[in-house]
């Protein structure tokens, strides 16, 4: 089935995602710090070929070429994150010449017709922060609270949709446990200590955006993942309970209900992991959305030799790039399942796959992204004539670009980087979703 922009609601929008750290580069430039990626990429062995965002995709200098891609494209909207090391010296000490790159991006989003959605924190955290004790520390939270007043302060006349985290769970259990991402460590009392931090930042922020802005939204971007049993056994139907309330209820759960998820939080007990419960009530600061970036689902079987009781299974679907099943079903399964359990509107603020890309005569033919374009955007459509209040629809990404602990290696853009000379290339994907979009 052919699917056509007006099957969406009229004023639905359609936009593409990026994160500072992924693309700006400029690491060095008009006054930015260090953030715990660069120290992390820095240090051998913990991405791929060793590679950093050093250059990047030099957004940085080349924003207005980006911009008028994504205009060219035909996007409404254009979701970005602040680099937090730009912006303020030492976490804290504001940083004139870093604010004035937003606010030349942004300025010129909007000459472009473009509408800018912000995420305050997509994972590069000021060093000098980190030093203090990162999100270990439980201050870090009014430390982000001050540095989110700044940014309500500084675009809040322009910028009208505000994301305070990206991804909670991955700073926490990627950065915490599993060590895969920056700062690298492998604790998981650390990991729940620091999703609570995390948590109660955004809470503060939320705090100090309805004081601020009178005419905005905020909300909190979490990745969502379909999670399935591997057998219809009593004791992975226990485990995927489990897993789905780690993953997406314990980041969800305490902003709308004000509470851990229960099932998780017994699992833990039992093996010994402490959970601070303070401060749900500044967690539960009532939001105006939830972002969803969904990308594949997850098989789970019980598992005892593990810590947290479960392990995942390889899954029999394609797989992307990642190695992600490709799975538009569970898009539609999970935008539902939130409807239903918080009544709250929704936007897909990331969707898109890595795929076997190859420029060849200045074109890379990637009919399997369209194709995952395609049957993702009618997920979504099915959600929403079921009365899903989905708002609208990011794709991931604009640009290929740095892919954390696996470099460059992996490329989600609807645009090919040539990273030698910094060239971009409309992939086939981009011009038929130029198609798509044309109303
Ligand atoms: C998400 C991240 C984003 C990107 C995609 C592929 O988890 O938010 O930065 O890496 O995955």
């Known amino acids: 089935m052919q699917i056509r922009r007006k099957d969406f609601p009229e004023n639905f929008i359609f936009g593409t995602a990026t994160s500072a750290y992924q693309i700006e ?6 006054g930015r710090e260090p953030s715990i990626w660069d120290t992390f990429s820095h240090t051998p062995g913990k991405t791929k070929n060793s590679e950093n965002g050093d250059i990047a995709c030099d957004h940085y200098h080349k924003y207005k070429e980006d911009i008028q891609l994504m205009k060219e494209i035909g996007f409404d909207a254009y979701r970005f994150s602040i680099s937090w090391p730009r912006v303020m010296k030492q976490g804290k000490i504001k940083n004139e010449k870093g604010l004035d790159f937003y606010n030349r991006l942004v300025d010129a989003l909007l000459e472009n017709g473009i509408t800018p959605f912000v995420t305050l924190y997509h ?17 870090m939270a009014l430390y982000f609270q001050d ?3 700044l940014m309500f302060e500084t675009l809040g006349d322009r910028i009208k949709f505000w994301i305070t985290l990206n991804e909670p769970w991955c700073s926490a259990f990627l950065g915490y446990f599993l060590g895969i991402h920056a700062p690298g460590h492998n604790n ?3 990991a729940f200590t620091v999703a609570h931090t995390l948590l109660r930042a955004h809470g503060y922020a939320v705090k100090v955006f309805r004081e601020l802005i009178k005419d905005g939204k905020i909300g909190l971007t979490n990745v969502v993942t379909k999670i399935e049993p591997a057998n219809e056994t009593d004791e992975d139907f226990q485990a995927a309970i489990i897993v789905d309330e780690l993953i997406n209820g314990w980041f969800h759960d305490p902003v709308i209900f004000g509470r851990y998820p229960d099932t998780a939080k017994g699992l833990l007990k039992q093996i010994g992991v402490n959970i601070n419960e303070d401060e749900m009530d500044i967690i539960s600061e009532p939001i105006d959305f939830f972002g969803v970036n969904y990308y594949t689902r997850q098989l789970i079987a019980y598992d005892p030799q593990n810590q947290l009781m479960y392990k995942n299974v390889e899954g029999p679907l394609p797989k992307t790039e990642m190695g992600w099943e490709i799975y538009p079903e569970g898009l539609y399964d999970v935008l539902k399942k939130l409807h239903q359990r918080y009544s709250i509107p929704l936007y897909v603020t990331e969707n898109g796959m890595a795929g076997p890309d190859k420029l060849e005569n200045g074109m890379v033919n990637d009919i399997y992204r369209i194709e995952y374009l395609e049957n993702h955007f009618l997920s979504a459509l099915k959600a929403i004539n079921e009365g899903v209040e989905l708002k609208g629809y990011f794709i991931w990404s604009l640009l290929d670009n740095f892919e954390w602990a696996e470099g ?4 989600f853009g609807l645009i090919y980087v040539d990273y030698e000379t910094q060239k971009r290339y409309l992939k086939r994907s981009a011009i038929w979703l130029k198609d798509f979009l044309k109303r």
Do not use: I
Request: no cysteine.
């Open 25 to 30: 580069g400029a690491v060095n430039e008009d």
């Open 123 to 139: 994972w590069d955290l000021p060093q000098s922060l980190h030093e203090k004790g990162g999100w270990l520390n439980p201050d």
């Open 147 to 149: 540095y989110a007043a």
């Open 188 to 190: 998981l009392e650390e």
């Open 408 to 411: 460059y290696s992996k490329r």
